[in-house]
Nanobody, 113 residues
Framework: VQLQAFGGGLVQPGGSLRLSCAAS????????MGWYRQAPGKQRELVAL???????HYADFVKGRFTISRDNAKNTVYLQMNSLKPEDTAVYYC????????WGQGTLVTVSS
């Protein structure tokens, strides 16, 4: 499975961004897709997951602000990020888990005034 992430950028605190992750290859093997993030000097951490049955799981620090969704027709997973905070600044990575684990290339989100 190959993953390509899009949508990062610079946004002011309180603003919104939507990240996209397009999957290609052996997409039928994917069970779970998710978004992780890694801030400078910190470990990579889970942000949100969505299963093939569209069940979702969120890290506590994004509950109520971020929404993960998927468009099966487009083989794409989205992360809608609202009410962004400076501490959300990080490189965001798309992840897919099935018969193997795949990572996208990462997209930088910077929240700053």
């Amino acid at each position: 499975v190959q993953l390509q992430a899009f949508g990062g950028g610079l946004v002011q605190p309180g603003g919104s961004l939507r990240l996209s992750c397009a999957a290609s290859g052996n997409i039928f093997s994917i069970n779970v897709m998710g978004w992780y993030r890694q801030a400078p000097g910190k470990q990579r951490e889970l942000v949100a997951l969505i299963t093939s049955g569209s069940r979702t799981h969120y890290a506590d620090f994004v509950k109520g602000r971020f929404t993960i969704s998927r468009d099966n027709a487009k083989n794409t997973v989205y992360l809608q990020m609202n009410s962004l905070k400076p501490e959300d600044t990080a490189v965001y990575y798309c992840n897919a888990v099935g018969t193997s684990v795949s990572w996208g290339q990462g997209t930088l989100v910077t929240v700053s005034s």
